[in-house]
């Protein structure tokens, strides 16, 4: 199929639809309006639904109902409208029900800015309503793959009955690449017998809440989520690498974080530096056993975020002191150059090697110097 | 006829909206296409200042309140705001 | 030296700070912050008033306000202002909220805050489309109305009918104030401060509740230059949101009557 030039929210938009998305529902925020636009033309247009709704507490109530009929529905926001949301994940996920929410990430805590940012994966990956529950999270780092990743996106929705998060952040989002979009697949005509409105087994009927009054049933019900989520990090757990075959170094990183240290990575194999590059994919599940066996024997790890050192938290964990770990970040909006993680790489490399450092703070003093302690 | 007051209208507020040059009453103002305003707009005049009635409709109607409404005899022609 | 037969008509309010406004050429937000400014200059509260800023195109209202000032969440002014007169009963509270903010994210804080009749006063910006995200629809588009997230206009089957706010308003016993006014042309606006005037005068009476929509133009988002948006508004926007008075309590008549 031919390429296109087309934007990140544009692109996933349309692929939502050529996947079967049969209803939308959303509210303007930037820097994702346009996925909502898009729908705004398209859904009408091929006859299925789309509503611009009250606020995002309306339009995850919406996805909330249309998840309950069993058929592909989607939301997207960006991180203040995801806050706003999160009730009703917890909702989504207390029921069981498949449906996918698209953040695009941007400046932060509070209104912030419309930069972009990875200061929502806390939120998204330890979970940002509440009670237990986990979100499958996927974090493109190109617009082709936030094309691929929303197609999955509803795949493993379908597949575990879950909510599904496509994680990006405003540059994703607005940049436009050549892409190629999958082909126009059939909506479901049937809906599974365990959505309302679907044909049930004779004598049955559906019924989908999320309360369970009786603590023991819910307890039940959480020891069932836990093992669903228990397969789901056996075989879900997607992830790129690159250089790592040979590495003594490993950076870690993301999304766009982890496309700018890619670009670094290379920079510093042109000058004979061992070091590789471990992308996730998933970033729920995470990658741990794939963490896990990387960094044993390697000589350091650096953790590049566009936040204040979440995912850091994680590798930490797994890392758990047996190697060196270094963190670079920048916050706010703030996207880092190649040129400062080269020094971050550089810093790894030739600087302490206390397995015990303070990873986080040694980074902040740093900042501290670079940006000023805004007094 | 002799003006009955004059406007001074700021340049670093003026956006060129035209507002005021269509609701002046006695077609005082215009833009001024002969020069920009430090953001890029050609800022209003007053055009025919002889007909200025100082009724202060430019400055009701303006959106950035960059007008200043005089009534009275205007000072030397040099210092109308042109 | 002005010669002493001369008289200022005119000048900049001096409730405003001396920075450019980030608002399109034309937008009549600007006109609202003047008559706000003005209004509360000339009853000596520009010291005594706390401003909530909404999120959209006012976003950064308080830049333009030389006196005290809040920023809500999207939609949450009313609450916002809620706390801060029920803490502070004696300063002058209003917020400033276009139609994303009021009438769609914030529905429930506006009609709840009417309803319990919180002494503030509430400035509603009806421009027909969100401005500060692109032009979407808005609960005030019109039918037929063509905005980026009703490209083939507004159709009233799938996507609903607009919402006359200050209508809506006025069904609430705790409200004491609820009118709409409009800012295209001097008549109106002239119209308009003498209701903003109103509203402050029943907030600074402890008269309750008051809510002044102000039918405004974006000329951006409409695709129309200044002048011609003014013209839209009075052909369009008029006929289904009449100016009028929607709620006057007889506490606030009297008011009006003697003052």
């Given at each position: 199929m031919a390429l296109e030039l087309i934007k990140g929210n544009v692109a996933v938009a349309e692929t939502a639809l050529r996947v079967g998305l049969v209803s939308y529902f959303g509210y303007p925020i930037t820097p994702q309006t346009e996925l909502l636009e898009h729908l705004s033309a398209r859904m009408p247009e091929i006859g299925r639904a789309f509503v611009q709704a009250e606020s995002e507490l309306g339009a995850i109530n919406m996805v909330y109902g249309a998840a309950c009929t069993g058929m592909r529905t989607m939301t997207s926001s960006s991180s203040p409208g995801v806050s706003l949301m999160q009730e009703g994940i917890s909702y989504i996920a207390g029921t069981e029900l498949p449906a996918v929410i698209v953040n695009v990430v941007r400046g932060g805590p509070g209104l912030g800015n419309i930069a972009p940012s990875q200061a929502d994966y806390t939120q998204m990956v330890h979970g940002g309503g509440h009670g237990e529950y986990h979100l499958i999270v996927l974090a493109p780092a190109s617009v082709q793959e936030a094309v691929d990743l929303t197609a999955l996106a509803f795949d493993l929705a379908e597949k575990y009955r879950m909510v599904a998060c496509l994680l990006m952040d405003g540059y994703l989002g607005q940049m436009m690449e050549p892409v190629e979009l999958p082909p126009f697949a059939p909506i479901r005509t049937q809906a599974p017998s365990w959505a309302v409105g679907a044909k049930h087994p004779e004598g049955e009927r559906a019924v989908l809440t999320s309360i369970n009054i009786s603590p023991p049933m819910q307890e039940i019900f959480n020891v069932k989520m836990m093992s669903r989520w228990e397969q789901i990090e056996k075989d879900e757990v997607r992830y790129k690498g690159y250089y790592l075959d040979d590495a003594e170094y490993v950076v870690v990183g993301y999304g766009t974080a982890g496309r700018i240290a890619l670009t670094s990575v290379r920079a510093a194999r042109a000058k004979g530096i061992k070091v590789g590059l471990l992308r996730p994919i998933t970033v729920s599940p995470f990658p741990v056993e794939v963490l896990d066996k990387l960094v044993s024997g390697k000589k350091g790890v650096l953790v590049v975020e566009m936040n204040n050192g979440q995912m850091l938290d994680d590798v930490s964990a797994v890392v758990a002191k047996r190697v060196l770990i270094h963190f670079y970040g920048r916050m706010g909006g703030m996207v880092p150059y190649p040129d400062e993680i080269d020094a971050a790489i550089d810093e790894m490399i030739h600087g302490d090697h206390d397995v015990n450092r303070d990873a986080r703070g040694i980074w902040l003093a740093k900042m501290r110097e670079l940006v000023g302690t805004g007094a | 006829m002799p003006a009955k007051g004059w406007v001074e209208i700021n340049d670093l507020y003026c956006k060129a909206c035209e507002i005021c040059v269509t609701d002046c009453p006695t077609h005082v103002l215009a833009l001024d296409m002969s020069r920009l305003s430090p953001k890029g707009y050609h800022p209003a005049y007053m055009l025919h200042p002889e007909e200025c009635i100082a009724c202060g409709i430019c400055a009701v109607v303006c959106p950035d309140a960059a007008i200043t409404v005089y009534k009275g005899t205007p000072p030397a022609k040099e210092g109308v705001g042109e | 030296m002005l010669d002493s037969d001369v008289k200022l008509i005119y000048e900049r309010p001096h409730g405003f700070t001396d920075v450019t406004t980030h608002y399109c050429p034309g937008c009549t937000h600007g006109v609202a912050h003047r008559l706000i400014a003005e209004v509360l200059e000339e009853m000596g509260e520009l010291d005594n008033t706390i401003g909530v800023a909404p999120v959209?195109?006012?976003?950064?209202?308080y830049n333009y306000f030389d006196f005290d000032f809040v920023e809500a969440a999207h939609g949450r002014a009313p609450a916002m202002a809620t706390g801060i007169k029920r803490t502070l009963p004696n300063k002058m509270v209003f917020t400033y909220q276009g139609d994303g903010d009021l009438a769609s994210m914030g529905m429930g804080e506006i009609i709840a805050a009417a309803a319990r009749g919180e002494q503030i006063t509430v400035f509603f910006i009806n421009n027909t489309n969100y401005g500060m995200t692109g032009g979407q629809m808005a609960p005030t588009t019109l039918p037929g109305q063509k905005t980026s997230s009703s490209p083939l206009g507004r159709d009233v089957e799938t996507q609903g009918y607009p919402i006359r706010t200050a209508e809506l308003m006025s069904s609430l016993d705790g409200a004491s104030f609820v009118v709409r006014r409009s800012l295209h042309d001097a008549r109106n606006i002239r119209n308009a401060k003498k209701a903003i005037r109103t509203a402050f005068e029943v907030q600074k009476h402890g008269m309750g509740f008051s809510f002044i929509e102000l039918l405004s133009t974006c000329p951006t988002n409409w695709g129309l230059t200044p002048v011609k948006a003014r013209d839209w508004l009075r052909e369009y926007m008029i006929p289904q949101y009449p100016i009028g008075d929607f709620k006057v309590s007889s506490a606030v008549e009297e008011l009006v009557k003697g003052g």
């Open positions: - | - | 959209g195109c006012s976003v950064f209202a």
